[in-house]
């Protein structure tokens, strides 16, 4: 079975500097991996997603993420950031190519919460 | 317009109760998602459905039952109430890519409805 796992529960930064949070997967056989972005009292909203080609994928607000495949890991990083950045930010894997019972099944880390400072 | 919106939206009850959490979505989506939120924040899914039928089913206590009246429907019902169950419950729903086995569709997700059991 699929993992995911955030190093960090909990990021402050100061307004206008870089952020990197990150996300290490395991898993035995292929996966798609996902940024989503909570913000108080809402739902999850989609970052961006990594499903093939091009290790770099650039998201909504500026956020960009780097799959590797050695280091299963897939890092999320901003070089500038708001405070309305501040929010919960999970990661999330869903197999390659599942079907039946694992269809559009995903699975989420605990969760990073990125506090920005002004 | 809401997309995928969640009744009620805050939910405190006693022990040993039944309740019952609705999930609407406007987006035209097939299917549709619960997961599960708890105090740890790990966000684990419990339930799928693909146009009215059950498609995962995760290891969830059978006090748990959800119902599809339509397509733009999942209810959640809970019998039986444990301190246990006190957790955020978020909807989501997609449009399926069945050849991407849900890789390529987008979850979007309701605010969530945060449960608290006494």
């Known amino acids: 079975a699929q993992s995911v796992t955030q190093l960090d529960s909990q990021v402050p930064v100061f307004e206008e500097a870089p952020v990197e949070l990150r996300c290490n997967y395991s898993?035995?056989?292929?996966?798609?991996l996902f940024w989503y972005v909570q913000y108080p009292n809402q739902g999850l909203q989609l970052l961006l997603k990594?499903?093939?080609?091009?290790?770099l994928v650039k998201g909504i607000n500026g956020f960009e993420a780097e799959f590797n495949k050695s280091q299963t890991s897939f890092h999320l990083r901003k070089p500038s950031v708001h405070i309305s950045d501040t929010a919960e930010y999970f990661c999330a894997v869903r197999l390659a190519n599942a079907g039946g019972t694992s269809y559009g099944k995903l699975t989420f880390g605990q969760g990073t919460i990125l506090t920005v400072h002004p | 317009d809401t997309a995928v919106s969640q009744t009620p939206k805050y939910l405190v009850t006693q022990m040993g109760n039944d309740k019952s959490i609705k999930c609407e979505q406007n987006l035209g989506h097939d299917t549709m998602y619960w997961y599960k939120q708890d105090s740890k924040k790990f966000l684990k899914i419990m339930f799928s459905?693909?146009?009215?039928?059950?498609?995962i089913n995760e290891t969830v206590p059978n006090r748990f039952s959800p119902k599809s009246p339509d397509k733009a429907h999942l209810n959640l019902h809970i019998n039986s109430l444990e301190l246990g169950d006190s957790a955020v419950y978020f909807c989501?729903?997609?449009?399926?890519?069945?050849?991407?086995?849900?890789?390529?569709?987008?979850?979007?997700f309701g605010p969530g409805t945060r449960l608290l059991v006494l």
């Open positions: 459905y693909n146009n009215k039928e059950l498609i």
């Open positions: 898993s035995s056989v292929s996966v798609y």
């Open positions: 990594y499903l093939s080609g091009s290790t």
């Open positions: 989501a729903s997609s449009h399926p890519n069945l050849a991407s086995g849900g890789a390529l569709e987008t979850q979007y």
